[in-house]
């Protein structure tokens, strides 16, 4: 028998209080777990796609055996090279954090421009200029351009490269008609970005306004879009297909969604159906153009056993193999979290630290103390993230 008094009263508190602190301990290990996964499980699909990316499947076959690619080969000049999609990845990581600096430090941002001034501080990195004629001092300024290994051409997208080529504005959409899967394989960011938010329209919107900086069509940036909700309905505990349902009914407020809509749900009847999963994929597309590259990562996501089988199935197909590797290394690493990565994929990855890091201030940015009055304890900040 328990018998009331303010001593077990107080006892209690204490416990529930206790209580709540590890619960909120734990919830944010986790949720940080799942951002280095989202960034770290896209760096993976990309390397591990890379080698094969000009492949076709009986060609992966041949070379590779029945499992077809399975672990990292020679690529680049080395092993676990990333390629442009990991690369673009960091770029609007660093664009996000920069607007969100510049937000705080200036009272107002329009985070679309910050996001193509670091979309043009890689095009510096890959050797072209665009027709801003912007300094040297903030092409590469701030933490990340500073990195060697991203000074190097690794099959960037013509389409990127000439639409930042031709860029007059920062913010401004593209004026071309492209829809490649070059403006949704680099906005995952996006959807890491919003959160603790849970408002979906928030990452949708975001994820639309990065990829139009370099792709004007409709399928090029609405499944950006997609890509970018799912993300932040993921991190916050959702599965993939309650996920898929929401945005869906996002995704067809827009002009334009029916070939996005069409493939997420050719996606999702093929998952149900079929046990043959490279002849699924090959009903999907090859994923040169993002609605394609968007479904056979969604279809990949939704039938893995884990994090390694849906990887795996992602790159070996006819097709774009490292951005669709990246793509589903993005839903399954925002799933199920870094652990879910094995071993033998990270340990040589190009830039691990520096990927990891980058998730890392995404979800510490929300914890940042940018007082214009903060004084020195910010200083880093500035240093690494410039707002100016």
Avoid at 249 to 256: D, N
Avoid at 299 to 322: E, F, M, P, T
Avoid at 359 to 384: P, Q, R, T
Wanted: aromatic share 8%; proline share 2%; net charge negative.
């Amino acid at each position: 028998m328990i018998f009331y008094s303010k001593t077990n009263h107080s006892v209690l508190v204490f416990l529930i209080f206790f209580g709540v602190i590890v619960d909120m301990k734990n919830k944010t290990h986790e949720i940080r777990q799942k951002f280095v996964g989202c960034l770290l499980g896209g760096a993976v699909g990309d390397a591990l796609g890379a080698p094969v990316e000009f492949m076709t499947h009986v060609e992966i076959v041949s070379k590779f055996g029945e499992s077809g690619i399975t672990e990292y080969v020679p690529c680049y000049g080395g092993i676990g090279r990333i390629t442009d999609d990991t690369q673009m990845v960091l770029f609007t990581a660093e664009g996000l954090l920069r607007g969100h600096v510049r937000g705080a430090r200036r009272g107002i941002c329009h985070i679309a421009s910050v996001i193509s001034s670091a979309y043009e501080r890689w095009l510096y990195t890959q050797g072209y200029r665009s027709r801003m004629e912007t300094g040297e001092d903030w092409l590469t300024s701030g933490w990340l351009a500073g990195h060697a290994e991203l000074q190097n051409q690794r099959a960037p997208g013509r389409t990127c490269i000439s639409a930042l080529r031709s860029m007059e504005r920062y913010g401004a959409s593209a004026k071309n008609n492209s829809k490649g899967c070059g403006g949704l394989m680099r906005v995952a960011p996006c959807g890491l970005f919003i959160w603790p938010s849970t408002t979906g329209s928030d990452a949708f919107h975001l994820g639309m306004q990065a990829a139009s900086i370099t792709h004007g069509h409709p399928s090029g940036y609405l499944t950006a879009g997609v890509l970018s909700e799912l993300i932040l309905h993921l991190i916050n505990g959702k599965g993939l297909r309650d996920s898929l349902g929401k945005v869906k009914e996002a995704l067809v407020a827009y002009e334009g969604h029916e070939e996005t809509l069409d493939a997420l749900e050719k996606a999702e009847a093929l998952a149900d159906i079929s046990s043959n999963h490279f002849e699924a994929i090959s009903k999907l597309g090859q994923g040169w153009v993002a609605e394609e590259a968007l479904s056979i990562a969604v279809y990949c996501a939704l039938v893995a056993k884990d994090l390694r089988h849906g990887v795996c199935l992602a790159v070996n197909h006819d097709g774009d193999s490292d951005s669709t590797g990246a793509i589903a290394g993005n839903l399954l690493g925002a799933m199920m979290g870094v652990s879910a990565i094995p071993e033998s994929w990270l340990e040589p990855l190009e830039l691990r630290d520096v990927i990891t890091e980058m998730a890392e201030d995404l979800v510490d940015s929300n914890e940042w103390d940018l007082d214009d009055f903060g004084g020195v304890d910010n200083d880093w900040v500035w240093k690494k993230y410039p707002g100016y």
